[in-house]
């Protein structure tokens, strides 16, 4: 009889930046616990990953939030004890995934996924192997290479592979189980930062760079080879770009990683933004002058998606500041100002009736201010899964949509909810990085306004003090890095 496996699933997911003002507590994670990870996994069937009768699943604790400020240090503390308490009642374990976004700052400290994943290693043993299935957007530092036996990033940004990643993740861990195998990590640390917004692997150079991953996977002796474009926001020495290939021949994947990370480096002055950008202003008045509408704007600074605090009311001043949006000649949807108090205040009111109301400044006083409108009721909506009570004051031609929680407009879909025609607007504005394929059809034209928040795309003018320099852009003349990769040594049978 075959062995039966036993292995472990855990986690904290989170994109943090560390120039949001408004820091995330353990509140504003969807935390799940024990079997319930099994059962919620998309790509697990009734408990099973892929047919595979001969694992005992184990789920610790997961916990995933939308991306946000830097976790408090008491918040995180609470998660990671918990995720290690129930880790030791599961032990001994075979396998461990390893469950993580790869961008969690944590206040205070400069390294966190690093800490955590120290403290499972040394709790599973070195005979654990530990598998992670990460977001392109995570920072990558050996200390992470040190715990973990196998890398797999997403490919895609955005990321439609995701789900499809994770599962390698879990397929690469079993397949180690399987063959016996402790594979060897090939990492090198890439100098450059950029914003996932530059990034995309929808267009070049982030098609081509990432589309030969592949070529690689397909190189014997190597098992996933992985590139991290990192999360620029972060003021830590860890963000940069990396790759990490993993595999059982050491020169193999030593080999890939240097091309990998040649490539990207190659490659760097080449990435730029999939739209058109420039300020809010120009942004406004090119959507104004448009033929085809609704044309779609992005309050980019202050994307949620992203860590933005979403209560940033500069594009809402500035498109009141047009006699033609003030007076209703032209409409503008615009998604969104979070904001509890407003929200109250109109449901509170009712729906048609005129409230005066402040949004803004609380989230992120640093980056916005308190604006007062006076404006009607359009429309309420209760107890929303993921916005909380949700208002629609309408002042003039703006539409603002008030959620009493942080909350994510990506898609066109995600106003289904309020029942609103987008195509009837001149123009939307959402909080978003990217532009491209979902919003295509519904409106052709779409701009990136570079606007100030915790995810300003100004890169190069945030006030970084702890990155490690020289990095790109911040030194936009520096010359060839090293690229030699580190090759680390199978865990378990270091010399
Ligand atoms: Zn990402």
Redesign the pocket.
């Known amino acids: 009889m075959s062995k039966r496996y036993r292995i472990g699933i855990g986690g904290i997911a989170i994109?943090s930046s560390t120039f949001s003002p408004l820091p995330s507590t353990a509140d504003n994670f969807v935390q799940e616990r024990g079997d319930e990870i099994v059962a919620n996994y998309p790509y697990f069937e009734n408990g099973t990953f892929e047919g595979r009768q001969d694992v005992t699943w184990l789920g610790t604790l997961k916990a995933r939030s939308i991306p946000g400020g830097p976790i408090t240090a008491d918040s995180y503390a609470a998660m990671k004890g918990e995720l290690l308490e129930r880790l030791q009642a599961i032990l001994p374990l075979d396998g461990f995934f390893f469950d993580i976004?790869g961008a969690m700052s944590v206040l205070g400290m400069d390294d966190a996924e690093g800490d955590l994943i120290s403290a499972i290693r040394a709790l599973v043993g070195p005979a654990c192997i530990i598998s992670t299935g990460m977001?392109?957007?995570g920072n990558v530092t050996e200390t992470l290479v040190e715990n973990i036996d196998i890398f797999t990033a997403?490919r895609e940004?955005p990321?439609i592979d995701a789900m499809e990643r994770k599962a390698q993740a879990v397929r690469n861990l079993l397949t180690c189980l399987d063959e016996g195998i402790r594979p060897y990590r090939a990492w090198v640390r890439i100098p450059v930062g950029l914003p996932?917004e530059k990034t995309s692997t929808f267009w070049e150079p982030g098609k081509t760079v990432y589309g030969k991953l592949a070529e690689s996977d397909g190189v014997p002796g190597v098992m996933d080879a992985s590139l991290w474009v990192g999360y620029v926001w972060a003021d830590r020495p860890r963000n940069s770009a990396t790759t990490v290939v993993t595999g059982i021949d050491p020169d193999a994947i030593a080999a890939e990683a240097r091309k990998i990370a040649q490539r990207y480096w190659d490659a760097r002055r080449a990435f730029d933004f999939g739209v058109p950008t420039g300020d809010a202003d120009w942004a406004i008045d090119t959507a104004l002058a448009a033929e085809r509408t609704p044309v779609v704007i992005s309050d980019s600074g202050d994307n949620p998606t992203a860590g933005g605090a979403g209560d940033i009311p500069i594009v809402a001043t500035k498109l009141l500041e047009r006699e033609v949006i003030a007076s209703g000649e032209k409409t503008v949807l615009l998604a969104s100002l979070m904001n509890a108090r407003a929200v109250q205040v109109a449901k509170a009111a009712g729906v048609g009736s005129e409230i005066t109301v402040t949004l803004g400044g609380v989230n992120d006083p640093i980056n916005g201010f308190p604006m007062e409108v006076t404006g009607t009721v359009h429309s309420l909506l209760e107890n929303d899964e993921t916005g909380g009570d949700i208002a629609i004051i309408t002042v003039g031609g703006l539409h603002i949509i008030v959620p009493s929680r942080r909350i994510q407009f990506p898609l066109p879909e995600s106003f289904d909810k309020f029942g609103l025609d987008l195509a009837t607007f001149d123009i939307i504005v959402i909080k978003i990085g990217y532009l491209d394929h979902e919003w295509e059809e519904l409106a052709p034209t779409r701009l990136l306004a570079l606007t100030p928040g915790a995810v300003n795309q100004d890169i190069a003018n945030l006030p970084f003090e702890r990155i490690q320099r020289p990095m790109f852009p911040f030194d936009a003349d520096m010359e060839q890095p090293d690229l030699t990769p580190r090759v680390f040594q199978p865990i378990g049978q270091e010399a």
Do not use: R, T
Request: no cysteine.
């Open positions: 994109e976004h977001d392109l957007h997403y940004a990321h996932g």
